[in-house]
T-cell receptor, first 116, second 113 residues
Framework: GAVVSQHPSWVICKSGTSVKIECRSL??????MFWYRQFPKQSLMLMAT?????????EQGVEKDKFLINHASLTLSTLTVTSAHPEDSSFYIC????????????FGEGSRLTVL | GENVEQHPSTLSVQEGDSAVIKCTYS??????FPWYKQELGKRPQLIID?????GEKKDQRIAVTLNKTAKHFSLHITETQPEDSAVYFC????????????FGTGTRLTIIP
């Protein structure tokens, strides 16, 4: 199947700093990528839809100024958690559909963020 | 927007027995229903999916059924094995162009040897 790679897989940072997470589609082009957040023992909550060449679409309740998303190319989307606080600690997972957006959704490995 | 409910939240099954997980959805326009298996600390993996034009799909020990009228779908795992232990998520979306998935709350399945 298609491959979506996410980096870093885990990161620890101090409160107030910013952290960037990259999501790459390695063997296909993705005009759209999705960013999810997962708290321990909970479901995946969609944060935003990343659109190549245009602004991301954020879900209700997600602060767009705090979670900056950039989809600069057909194979790369980035999520930057700005001025991170302990409550931002979570597992962040990106995903991308293949086949022009109607195919199977492939997930990255996930990035575990811990804010001290 | 779409709302997906999933039951049960935890399920323990004796090895070799069957496990059933049920989900309901609210958006009648949803037409794609995948099931994911997630092991601790890892990414969700698609195990089976079904589109609204069929009522049942089977892949070896795994099957999914869909009742569009009642807006519910179920995952059936037969002859369960210890490696089936994981968290399972159902999801729903309108497929046809980058439509987002709405996930259920998850079921922690434990297979008892």
């Amino acid at each position: 199947g298609a491959v979506v790679s996410q980096h870093p897989s885990w990161v620890i940072c101090k409160s107030g700093t910013s952290v960037k997470i990259e999501c790459r589609s390695l063997d296909f082009q993705a005009t759209t990528m999705f960013w999810y957040r997962q708290f321990p023992k909970q479901s995946l909550m969609l944060m935003a839809t990343s659109n190549e060449g245009s602004k991301a679409t954020y879900e209700q309740g997600v602060e767009k100024d705090k979670f900056l998303i950039n989809h600069a190319s057909l194979t790369l989307s980035t999520l930057t958690v700005t001025s991170a606080h302990p409550e931002d600690s979570s597992f962040y997972i990106c995903s991308a559909p293949t086949a022009g957006g109607v195919g199977e959704l492939f997930f990255g490995e996930g990035s575990r963020l811990t804010v001290l | 927007g779409e709302n997906v409910e999933q039951h049960p939240s935890t399920l323990s099954v004796q090895e070799g027995d069957s496990a059933v997980i049920k989900c309901t959805y609210s958006d009648s326009a949803s037409n794609y229903f995948p099931w994911y298996k997630q092991e601790l600390g890892k990414r969700p993996q698609l195990i089976i999916d079904i589109r609204s034009n069929v009522g049942e799909k089977k892949d070896q020990r795994i099957a999914v059924t869909l009742n569009k009228t009642a807006k519910h779908f179920s995952l059936h795992i037969t002859e369960t094995q210890p490696e089936d232990s994981a968290v399972y998520f159902c999801a729903a979306s309108r497929r046809g162009g980058n439509e987002k998935l709405t996930f259920g709350t998850g079921t922690r399945l434990t297979i008892i040897p």
